[in-house]
């Protein structure tokens, strides 16, 4: 007699529910790897919950979105009212604190919310979670729902690991004023950062905020993801890498995802690499730091003026609206020199031969960028990871300087710009940049650490 056939339940395909970071440069990393992942798993539909504003600068029309991947715009707290509840003068920066802190405080309800919303839309429950490792949240969320929590750390390894270990940073340094030059070498892979250069939400800033209460919660609750995945590879970082794996279910980096997932070039608007063409290699000193932050008229004075006394020639990507705050007859005067942009395409700007030197805020993608390209890097951090980063670059890569005592004067730079662009020390920098760029290629590349790690994060 033959065997019957036992009858097998239909299992509904894979549905991956992704829960962006809407402020500063978080969503963008995180779209770009989910769009890679969404072209190599056709069959996994991917639910992309995000702000409508952040949304809309993600998905355009010059870039390719796979079918199975689809956008969700969430609610944004409103910002009417805020400044004045807080007692404060509206400002840019302020706004934009309030309602990142007002949005975090009320993600975990509303994305709850959202994602049985989206559920219902594509017509199969969520079997993972993917989500920016600030929700902490979603450890919770996740056990309810049942499913794999994977978060994703959208700065560096150094960074991440000054938060894991707040307590232990706290309990050993305290309240304690004078130890600013303290090292921290009872974490492995941190000997050479001090306590001046951590995140002040670890240890000396407002210990009571919402923003500070969340990363310490976030830093408890990822041990409980199935993994935490980072845009960065094993070479760069490896005693923290390490550290952190020994920690948590699985640590993955699986960067530069510039050099993982293809990027589509951008428009050169304003002709600056027809100018760089011009120029000799590693000559020449971009300057740019980011979207968000705005240096004061007193630094960008500072700038102008270092740039015009040493003669290098220059690259500076500035917004109209600050050209004002230049020194009188500083473009005239510096217009066989150099050039300023309101805008440029800096991944294409940082590849080309000519670029010595990256003068940069010091936020994570830029300085990823920086280190793929193989250019030294002079760093002038603002707030956050910024300040951990650049003691990296200094002190732990070898590929930079850091402004000293944190502003930009006219004698600093130019002193950090004849170090990079002139000195032999500045020749080591370019060497070991090269060495890098060349682990960073090695790392994306089919047999790779980071193609490893990619499969390995949702095995």
């Not at 029309?61 to 969430?74: C, Y």
């Not at 919402?210 to 199935?226: E, G, Y």
């Not at 705050?325 to 942009?341: N, Y």
Request: aromatic share 8%.
């Amino acid at each position: 007699m033959s065997r019957p056939q036992q009858m097998t339940k239909a299992v509904s395909p894979p549905h991956v529910a992704v829960l962006a970071f809407p402020y500063g440069t978080h969503a963008a990393p995180l779209i770009s790897i989910i769009r890679h992942l969404a072209a190599l798993a056709p069959e996994i539909h991917f639910s992309f919950l995000n702000t409508a504003d952040s949304n809309a600068a993600l998905f355009t029309s010059s870039v390719k979105t796979p079918p199975n991947l689809t956008r969700r715009d969430v609610p944004e707290p409103p910002s009417a009212g805020l400044t004045h509840h807080m007692l404060m003068p509206p400002s840019a920066g302020l706004t934009r604190h309030m309602l990142m802190v007002a949005f975090l405080s009320m993600a975990g309800e509303m994305f709850r919310r959202e994602v049985a919303e989206a559920e219902k839309e594509v017509g199969r429950r969520a079997t993972c979670l993917v989500t920016d490792a600030l929700y902490e949240f979603a450890a919770e969320m996740a056990a309810e729902m049942g499913v794999a929590w994977l978060a994703f750390w959208t700065t560096g390894p150094a960074a991440l690991s000054t938060h894991f270990h707040t307590d232990l940073i706290r309990e050993k340094f305290g309240c304690q004023g004078g130890r600013e030059l303290e090292e921290l070498d009872f974490i492995p892979g941190m000997s050479k950062i001090r306590v001046q250069d951590i995140p002040p939400q670890v240890l000396d800033g407002n210990l009571d905020s919402v923003f500070t209460k969340k990363l310490h919660q976030m830093a408890r609750a990822l041990p409980k993801a199935t993994s935490v995945f980072i845009n960065s590879f094993e070479a760069l970082d490896p005693a923290i890498n390490s550290d952190l794996d020994s920690k948590l279910q699985k640590f993955l980096n699986i960067g530069p995802l510039s050099l993982l997932v293809p990027q589509m070039a951008s428009a050169d608007t304003h002709h600056c690499l027809p100018w760089l063409d011009a120029r000799s290699e590693s000559s020449v000193a971009y300057i740019s730091f980011g979207t968000v932050t705005v240096l004061p008229a007193h630094e960008l004075a500072a700038i102008a003026e270092a740039l015009e006394a040493t003669r290098f020639p220059f690259l500076w990507s500035l917004k109209d609206e600050a050209r004002t705050q230049l020194p009188d007859g500083f473009l005239d005067r510096a217009s066989g020199l150099g050039k300023i942009v309101p805008w440029a395409p800096q991944v294409e700007i940082l590849a080309h031969r000519s670029v010595g030197v990256f003068i940069t805020h010091c936020g994570w993608n830029s300085v990823l960028e920086g280190v793929v390209s193989g250019v030294p890097m002079i760093g002038r951090p603002f707030f956050g990871d910024q300040k951990v980063n650049a003691r990296v670059i200094e002190s732990v890569m070898g590929i930079g300087v850091v402004i000293e005592g944190g502003t930009f004067t006219k004698s600093g730079l130019a002193g950090c710009l004849e170090v990079v662009l002139a000195g032999e020390d500045g020749r080591r920098m370019r060497e070991r940049a090269e060495e890098l760029k060349k682990a960073a290629r090695e790392a994306v590349m089919e047999g790779g650490s980071s193609p490893k790690n990619r499969k390995c994060c949702w095995s």
